[in-house]
């Protein structure tokens, strides 16, 4: 399997529960079919900039931190983000005149994996996710920008 396969599901799993430690990350990656090492471990945290935090929770654990692109998403969709809609795999973004373009931009270039791509207009953009069942956690994340 691909390294961006393999990295891709890294990020599902520390997405999904908290992985304290780079044995417990090679295992469940193992779990699901990714055979791998400490060393293939280390080499992607480094290169997915992954770093550990306790945020209140009892023990540390790996996240991908808020990286200037995605700062500067937060501060374009609580700045022009109108409305969120969707219908099957496809989320709907009303924003300001003029806002569509930048916001649909940095949502492509932040790429997060269930996303395909974006399409643009003035003051709409249409957000293509992979699966239908992950557009009701995209939009959470989506409105969770707009606070």
Avoid: W
């Avoid at 989320?91 to 997060?112: F, H, M, R, Y």
């Amino acid at each position: 399997m691909t390294r961006e396969l393999r990295q891709t599901k890294l990020l599902e799993i520390i997405a999904s529960r908290d992985i304290e430690t780079q044995h417990e990350l090679m295992e469940a990656l193992n779990l699901c079919g990714f055979k791998v090492t400490q060393a293939t471990i280390s080499r992607d945290i480094k290169e997915l900039g992954l770093v550990k935090e306790t945020g209140g929770k009892a023990r540390a654990h790996y996240i991908k931190p808020l990286y200037p692109k995605l700062m500067k998403l937060k501060t374009i969709f609580h700045q022009s983000v109108v409305n969120i809609d969707y219908v099957n795999n496809f989320i709907v973004i009303k924003t300001i005149s003029g806002g569509a373009n930048a916001a649909s931009a940095l949502v492509d270039e932040i790429a997060i994996p269930d996303i395909v791509g974006t399409i643009a207009g003035d003051d709409t953009f249409l957000v293509i996710c992979r699966d239908e069942k992950k557009v009701p956690e995209i939009i959470a994340q989506f409105k969770a920008l707009m606070d």
